[in-house]
């Protein structure tokens, strides 16, 4: 019996020296099916491959799984604008804002960038939201002003005044504090409340090794025989995709919430609204005749009478009032338009790709010293970026250049194309758009142009539809205008919890 139990002892150490023989980088082994080497073994070099990746969904972000809808107009176009005519495009699974940015969430990005670029003042006065919006000629908003963005009674409402440059740079801000945040509940760095001008975390700026930080308890061994550890790379899946502005059609397919009225592949009824029916009240039995967005319901009826106020929002309203939609999304109608990431022109529904439609691309690299390193990032810490030039897009054949925010409509080509000669006489541009190089047209409509949805508090129904458009220059802001973020879904459009 004695002897036995030695045997079983001794078949046991061999088994947990066995699990243990890769003391360095352990786990998951698989081998290669092109070359028959282990992955993740720094016996043979240490090449790491990580199977079964799931994206984490971010802070505030919900999923929204892809597919194809009609883009555009469900209505008559009382307008007769005709700027969004129906289109069968497919849209890739994304990631989107629970709710609108409200505005402690802004206040904490104003009270990082103070902190951090205490030697740059300027940086922090071009991202204030423009509190005088609300000034009417013959309105009292002056408490609005005083009050709206700072005061705590305020906090949960949506930010405003912010215009598209600046909600594309509270984008960039978050995306990088989230994962510093990330690295930090990994282990793999500290905090550093020290940050002070371009020494502070960019994501970028740390995966090309212009950001050390401080190292955590917990850092990423390398696999690599020749070192110990390592810092994250992008291939190791730990840090997120960027925050963003969600593109037109993102944020059209994202609104109408499909997903709640469709059934293996048929669609029961179209939507006008984010909601079924044509009317703005619930038609529940329970919720019978209540408001489903904050809008304006007829000339100077903002919120109702006294005792039964209809949509309860004299301005505007908290972000996750009245009824989410089929994604969970709060206020994809009414309250505050949107920003979205597109560049304006009335025939984009022409002009765009059926896959993941979207104008605005201006194509860039980053800038590399005559080693064809990444030179030194400039005062806010961030990569530096040029566009790109014809040399580098000599031989392509996908694209032929680098800004194509006027591709196929106010280009040179499309022009040319259409049988109109832009270059002849007071026209000497090869852009019929104003803001152009060399434009002298008169066009309101830009390459600053961007596209802005959803309806307002200040708005009647008609703009709650969400294939409405309208455009800003991104340089401007309002009082009902606010924005959200967004962020692209890498790998499989279905996510793990539904396979």
Not at 173 to 183: A, F, G, S
Not at 231 to 255: C, F, K, N, Q, S
Not at 456 to 466: E, F, I, S, T, V
Request: proline share 4%.
């Amino acid at each position: 019996m004695r002897l036995n139990t030695a045997v079983i002892l001794a078949v046991l150490a061999f088994s947990l020296l066995g699990l243990s023989s890769c003391s360095k980088g352990g786990g998951n082994k698989t081998v290669s099916s092109a070359t028959g080497w282990e992955y993740n073994n720094p016996d043979n070099g240490g090449f790491e491959y990580k199977s079964g990746y799931e994206q984490e969904t971010g802070p505030g972000l919900i999923f929204i799984e892809g597919g194809t809808f009609i883009m555009g107009r469900v209505e008559q176009d009382v307008l007769y604008e005709w700027n969004n005519a129906p289109r069968r495009v497919t849209v890739p699974s994304f990631y989107m804002d629970e709710s609108e940015v409200r505005n402690i969430d802004y206040l904490e990005y104003l009270f990082w960038v103070q902190r951090v670029y205490v030697d740059y003042p300027e940086v922090y006065r071009k991202a204030l939201p423009d509190t005088l919006v609300w000034r009417r000629p013959m309105a009292y908003n002056e408490p609005m002003i005083e009050n709206y963005l700072r005061h705590p009674a305020y906090a949960d409402y949506p930010v405003v005044g912010v215009s598209h440059v600046q909600a594309q740079d509270y984008c960039k801000w978050r995306t990088d504090r989230v994962n510093e945040m990330i690295l930090v509940d990994e282990g793999i760095m500290e905090f550093d409340v020290n940050q002070i001008g371009e020494n502070n975390f960019n994501t970028e700026a740390y995966l090309y090794g212009q950001y050390e930080g401080i190292q955590g308890k917990n850092p990423v061994e390398d696999l690599n025989p020749n070192n110990d550890t390592r810092r994250v790379r992008w291939d190791d899946g730990i840090l997120l995709p960027r925050y963003r502005l969600p593109t037109e059609a993102e944020w059209e397919y994202a609104a109408l919430g499909l997903i709640g009225n469709s059934y293996d592949e048929r669609m029961t009824n179209r939507r006008i609204y984010p909601w079924d029916g044509h009317i703005t009240r619930n038609a529940d039995k329970n919720e019978r005749g209540k408001m489903m967005a904050n809008f304006v319901r007829g000339a100077g009826d903002m919120m109702g009478m006294a005792g039964n106020l209809n949509d309860g929002g004299d301005i505007t309203v908290q972000v996750k009032s009245y009824y989410p939609n089929d994604y969970g999304l709060y206020c994809m109608a009414g309250n505050v338009n949107e920003w979205v990431a597109d560049v304006y022109r009335p025939l984009s529904f022409e002009d765009v790709e059926e896959f993941s439609p979207y104008r605005g691309n201006v194509f860039q690299q980053k800038v590399l010293d005559e080693e064809g390193y990444i030179v030194e990032k400039d005062s806010l810490g961030r990569i530096r970026y040029r566009n790109e030039e014809d040399k580098d897009i000599l031989n392509r054949k996908n694209y032929r250049t680098a800004d194509n925010r006027n591709f196929a409509d106010g280009d040179a080509t499309s022009n040319a194309a259409n049988g109109t000669d832009w270059n002849d006489g007071d026209y000497n541009t090869g852009n019929m758009y104003a803001g152009s190089p060399n434009s002298s047209l008169g066009s309101l409509v830009s390459d600053r142009s961007r596209v802005y949805k959803g309806g307002g508090w200040r708005d009647r129904a008609y703009w709650l539809a969400p294939g409405a458009r309208r455009y800003l220059d991104e340089r401007e802001s309002r009082d009902d205008l606010g924005f959200r973020c967004a962020m692209t879904r890498v790998g499989s459009p279905v996510s793990n919890a539904k396979k």
